[in-house]
């Protein structure tokens, strides 16, 4: 049961930049969700965190494991808020935005993913914070 006012889910994590982090935070994200979303709308919380913080880790810190990776999930009120921060220098997202993988690339597929699968993707000035919005209705809570 849900108290008004109250999140449904949140959580908050800090590690180093490495893909094992991800895989064993995107596990803890599937786990803790499912009591909160639907399977489409959980499928959809961990890819979009699996994909913001291996965009994080690989591009942002060159999977240097002494840099950080910092992230936020938040389900509340029929809304998904997914925030990944990174030590990295940041990027061009503008010009990024602009870009469309072929469905034969092997890489280059992340932004469209982000745009796919959440309602909203925004980037910090400097390019190493994404913020993603997803809408889940009520009737796609658990």
Not at 77 to 104: C, K, M, N
């Amino acid at each position: 049961m849900t108290l008004p006012g109250r999140f449904d889910c949140e959580l908050r994590r800090s590690f180093p930049a490495s893909l094992e982090a991800v895989e064993a935070f995107t596990v803890e994200i599937r786990l803790r969700s499912r009591g909160v979303l639907s399977g489409r709308n959980c499928f959809a919380a961990e890819l979009l965190m699996r994909e913001a913080l291996t965009n994080a880790i690989v591009h942002g810190c060159g999977a240097d494991s002494r840099k950080r990776v910092r992230c936020w999930m938040r389900v509340r009120r029929g809304h998904l808020l997914i925030v990944v921060a990174d030590d990295g220098q940041g990027f061009d997202w503008r010009a990024a935005r602009r870009v469309t993988a072929e469905g034969s690339d092997c890489s280059g597929r992340g932004m469209e993913i982000l745009r796919r699968y959440a309602d909203h993707v925004r980037f910090n000035r400097k390019g190493n914070v994404v913020t993603l919005m997803r809408k889940v209705d009520r009737g796609e809570l658990q």
